[in-house]
């Protein structure tokens, strides 16, 4: 690889790692893991939170995703389009 090469690709890593903060680390290990609208911003966009639960867990994390949705519902939550 290339000097060019390694830094752009170190550039990717740094600037992944700012947006996407913890969530590589469960694509890394394989781990389930969702993001459930908790939170909106004072814009109406929302906010998700990010869960991740054991390996082979993933029917806990979807009944906790679900119970998560019935306390605080966002079906109903769309944000308003400007086009």
């Known amino acids: ?6 830094t752009v690709s170190k550039q ?5 790692l700012r947006w996407a903060g913890l969530c590589s680390f ?4 394989g781990q389930p ?10 814009q109406g ?3 998700g939170t990010h869960l991740v639960a054991n ?6 994390l979807l009944r906790l995703a679900a119970q998560l949705e019935r306390a605080k519902p966002w079906i ?7 086009g």
């Open 1 to 6: 690889m290339g000097a060019l090469t390694e």
């Open 12 to 16: 990717g890593q740094e600037a992944a």
């Open 26 to 29: 469960a694509n890394i290990t």
């Open 33 to 42: 893991a969702a993001s459930v609208p908790l939170y909106w911003s004072e």
């Open 45 to 47: 966009l929302p906010i």
């Open 55 to 60: 390996i082979g867990k993933e029917a806990m």
């Open 76 to 82: 109903e939550r769309l944000p308003i389009l400007h």
